[in-house]
């Protein structure tokens, strides 16, 4: 079943998220999810995962904007690591 919006993008039910979460850490922490299941949805590994979570990597633009579609973490806090965030601020 898909959700189609006005402007004709369809948008799976099943990923559509109506709950947001300021980074990857509480969106773990409050869903549950776990970091291995989370690279078997996104074929990657959990120290990939583990990194992305850490702000050690950041993931490519493709990659970031799917996960923040889907699970409501804003892009930002997804392409920003925090040494770059500090050190711009």
Known sequence: MKFQIAIGFNIPMAR???????????????????????????????NWVSKVVNGQIEPAIRVALRISRETGVPLESLACRPDICAEAS
């Open 16 to 46: 559509r998220t109506r709950r947001t979460y300021p980074d990857l850490k509480t969106y773990f922490a409050e869903t549950g999810e776990t970091q291995l299941e989370f690279a078997r949805r996104y074929q990657r590994s959990q």
